[in-house]
């Protein structure tokens, strides 16, 4: 069970509607940071660990600099993530530039800023040699495909995804970096996503570290790095269990020490990719109710829509409701919580045990800290919230303002 609690009560979110209309987003930084230094702290054993926030997931310079303070580094797989991650004052291998069909000018940022480039596929060596030089360090991304080809029967089948090298192009790959001098290497990988079960990732670095071994022994290239990507899931139901990291660490520990530490490759450093465990858990959408409406169905129309937070209405995906004020009343009710696009999916949750709702219940709802805001749209003329920041000392900061109209009609031509 993973208890819904909010890091705010009714009273300190009204005041902080008073200044900031609703639907807002909210992020709980001290929270955000304790969680960091958990992850940290769990890879403690490991000669060196480092987290890249992977920037999609919460593309917000202030979020990426309280990470960095705690010495997580950003993942960027665009020209703008870059940038954002410029601004948050990350910079050369605190950046991992892991990106698929890439343009050209992201290549030439990410080298400006020194990032670690991660080659999502071989004809990319050419490009990037071409269009923004060949850099000392370099990365690939491995695709482990159908299970007969070493892949392995708990991660699946990647090879319907678009990502990554084939076994047999990434020894290659290694093997044309090293003739064209590259000294400094690393391998990296991304099979899993939103998952709750800590052996997959034990699994896939087990993998990983058969593979680092392997290209040792056909190459001779001593990998400086192991990264591992992202993917570890949260807990969107309370009666689901958080990934736990100790455990999962403990794992990792056992494969690198029969794999890695056996095989004199030791140290190797791990890195990671995660975005969604980081802040996802601690950061919400805050909406008020703006109607009732009982037809066949008893409906509760708020004030956000799937316009600020996709995720309900793209993949059916749970997000707990907390309404504010009535956190001990009993679940008497059933509603819907829609928003308004004239799209019959816009919904928050269907058929939801809540409260009685009133007009004027203020809404929190849970697990929006990533893969929330980010993946906003105008559709239907709905505009972006805002965000804001609860801060350590219990200020609330706005870290982005919401978009105006202004900002919409800017980009027509009327
Ligand atoms: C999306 C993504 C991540 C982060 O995934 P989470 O599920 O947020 O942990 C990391 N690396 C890559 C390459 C990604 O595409």
């Excluded at 089948?157 to 084939?166: A, F, H, I, M, V």
């Excluded at 849970?366 to 920041?389: I, P, Q, T, V, W």
């Amino acid at each position: 069970m993973s208890e819904k609690v909010l890091p705010f009560n009714k009273e300190k979110l009204s005041q902080v509607i008073e200044q900031y209309p609703t639907p807002f987003y909210i992020y709980d930084e001290e929270a955000i940071r304790d969680n960091a230094r958990r992850l940290i702290k769990a890879f403690s054993w490991a000669p060196e660990f480092k987290e890249y926030f992977a920037v999609k997931a919460t593309p917000n310079p202030s979020i990426l600099k309280a990470l960095k303070e705690e010495g997580i580094g950003a993942d960027c797989s665009s020209l703008l993530e870059l940038m954002l991650a410029e601004k948050a004052g990350i910079s050369g291998e605190e950046i991992m530039f892991t990106s698929n069909d890439t343009p050209a000018e992201d290549f030439i940022k990410a080298r400006e800023l020194g990032a670690i480039i991660n080659l999502d596929d071989i004809t990319h060596i050419p490009f990037l040699e071409s269009n923004a030089g060949t850099p000392d360090l370099i990365c690939f991304r491995y695709n482990p495909g159908p299970l007969q080809e070493g892949g392995n029967a708990i991660i699946g089948n990647p090879e319907d995804s678009k990502y990554g090298l084939t076994r047999k192009q990434l020894l290659d790959a290694y093997s044309i970096m090293q003739a064209k001098g590259v000294k400094r290497f690393g391998v990296h990988t991304m099979v899993i996503s939103n998952e709750l079960d800590p052996n997959y990732f034990i699994e896939t670095a087990s993998m990983m570290f058969d593979l680092v071994v392997e290209i040792y022994k056909t190459l001779g290239i001593k990998m400086e790095f192991v990264n591992f990507g992202g993917g570890i899931g949260i807990p969107y139901k309370p009666e689901q269990e958080a990934v736990d990291l100790e455990y999962l660490s403990r794992g990792i520990k056992s494969a690198y020490d029969e794999k890695i530490v056996a095989n004199n490759l030791h140290p190797l450093k791990l890195y990671m990719e995660c975005g969604r465990m980081i802040t996802g858990p601690y950061g919400y959408l805050v909406t008020t109710v703006m109607h009732k409406k009982e037809i066949y169905k008893n409906y509760v129309g708020v004030d956000a829509c799937m316009a600020n937070l996709m995720r309900p209405g793209m993949y059916g995906a749970y997000h707990h409701i907390t309404v504010l004020g009535k956190e001990d009343w009993p679940l008497g009710y059933i509603y819907d919580v829609v928003g308004s696009l004239c799209e019959n999916n816009d919904k928050f949750a269907i058929n939801r045990k809540l409260p009685m709702m009133e007009i004027g219940d203020i809404i929190a709802i849970h697990d929006a800290g990533a893969h929330g805001h980010a993946m906003g749209f105008n559709y239907n003329g709905k505009l972006r919230s805002a965000e804001l920041m609860l801060k350590p000392d219990g200020t609330v900061e706005m870290i982005r303002r919401s978009e105006t109209i202004e900002d919409y009609f800017s980009t027509l031509n009327t």
